[in-house]
């Protein structure tokens, strides 16, 4: 069982930025995606970006030039970088891990199985 915790969430004025932070306790194989997600109230969980093992990196449009992916894999740490925050990116954010193959990550939530609690992630205008 993997276990996924995020940090870093918290209040920001709009403009301001935020990293979240999530440690993994292990990962699901050695080729991996792992992604951050969010949900607002009332709406269905959306992908914000993911990463693969490679490295390589998948961007949502709403999270392209704006947010950074990124992961320690020597601490099991996925970050997410978070810029010029609008009042709209006010969601609950999920880090998420899945295993993979060679392509590309994807960012559909139901591709991935094991999931953190969440960090509410608030920007007041």
């Known amino acids: 069982q993997v276990q996924l915790v995020e940090s870093g969430g918290g209040s920001v004025q709009s403009g301001g930025s935020l990293r979240l932070s999530c440690a993994a306790s292990r990962y699901i194989s050695s080729r991996y995606c792992m992604g951050w997600f969010r949900q607002f109230p009332g709406k269905e969980r959306e992908g914000v970006a993911a990463?693969?093992?490679?490295?390589?990196?998948t961007y949502a449009d709403s999270a392209a030039g704006r947010f950074t992916i990124s992961q320690d894999k020597s601490q099991k740490t996925l970050y997410l970088q978070m810029d010029d925050l609008e009042p709209e990116d006010t969601a609950m954010y999920y880090c998420?891990?899945?295993?993979?193959?060679?392509?590309?990550?994807?960012?559909?939530?139901?591709?991935?199985?094991?999931w953190g609690p969440g960090t509410q992630v608030t920007v007041s205008s």
């Open positions: 998420a891990q899945a295993g993979w193959g060679s392509a590309g990550c994807s960012l559909l939530p139901m591709i991935f199985p094991a």
């Open positions: 990463i693969h093992s490679d490295g390589r990196t």
